[in-house]
């Protein structure tokens, strides 16, 4: 079980810093995720929540989280990947009398994925859209793990954390954006008869790492980070533009860029040479 998230945002050069850089180098090289000199990575593009991004409007309950789906798997260059998007049974009501909750009552998940030799199921939880960033991070997050599925080697760790390297998958993808700023969520509530507040964590890297993964992303597409910033939680901005200026840095930047490629097909090492570098 994770500890209790901090509600202040601080990158530092070792930790955790250290642990996600670690876990995507490893990843990187076992994944089809920079296939070629042409490859997956290449072609990444950041993924913000803006209408150029997602022009969806005006369409019903259901179709709209269809259409938007699709659009998520196109921007993370899985059009062609065979997937179904389905949603679940909803949860229970807890309140059951207007001053009276059922406290711990158990929820669905936001979303999960079933994979499957032809075709892969993910489905997310009724009223998920309620909340749009969260929705694109989920699915994000569950395209990730179908990804994941399409490679033979075990993922950095073993299983035991293959959540947290989907988070990382999910990034690399194109979606920091939505899972930095989906991480935690506050929010207060007054039904009338009830007044209070409730807190949630979403996906399993915590902030700092995610906003660390992202700036691996951007540095390495030469993504500027004031492209990114406006589009962040106003604490992690400063956090954000700390880790992107570190990981600029010549020694870090080498580190970086000297990860291996792996061939998609063969998952055989791709020989660097100075034109393909990341």
Request: with cysteine; glycine share 6%.
């Amino acid at each position: 079980m994770r500890s209790a998230p901090q509600l202040t945002c601080t990158i530092t050069r070792t930790d955790n810093a250290r642990n996600v850089f670690k876990a995507l180098k490893r990843l990187l090289k076992r994944s089809p995720l920079v296939p070629r000199e042409e490859g997956r990575f290449r072609r990444s593009v950041l993924v913000l929540p803006t209408d150029e991004f997602f022009p969806q409007r005006d369409l019903p309950s259901g179709a709209l989280e269809i259409a938007l789906f699709e659009q998520i798997k196109k921007h993370a260059g899985m059009s062609g990947w065979r997937c179904t998007l389905e949603i679940q049974i909803p949860d229970p009501d807890p309140h059951v009398a207007p001053t009276i909750a059922v406290q711990g009552a158990p929820k669905s998940p936001l979303g999960t994925f079933h994979g499957h030799p032809t075709r892969a199921t993910i489905t997310y939880r009724p009223g998920l859209l309620a909340d749009p960033m969260s929705f694109v991070a989920t699915m994000a997050h569950e395209l990730g793990h179908f990804l994941i599925s399409d490679i033979a080697q075990p993922v950095p760790g073993g299983d035991e954390n293959l959540e947290f390297a989907t988070d990382v998958a999910a990034v690399f993808l194109g979606f920091g954006v939505f899972l930095a700023n989906s991480a935690f969520k506050f929010a207060q509530f007054d039904r009338g008869d009830a007044i209070g507040w409730s807190t949630r964590r979403q996906g399993y890297l915590t902030e700092p790492q995610l906003l660390n993964a992202l700036s691996i992303f951007a540095v390495l597409l030469r993504i500027e980070p004031r492209l990114v910033v406006p589009h962040l939680k106003g604490p992690f901005r400063r956090p954000y533009k700390a880790a992107c200026s570190a990981h600029s840095e010549p020694a870090n930047l080498e580190a970086l860029r000297a990860i291996a490629l792996i061939d998609a097909d063969t998952r055989e090492i791709i020989p660097r040479s100075p034109q393909h570098r990341l």
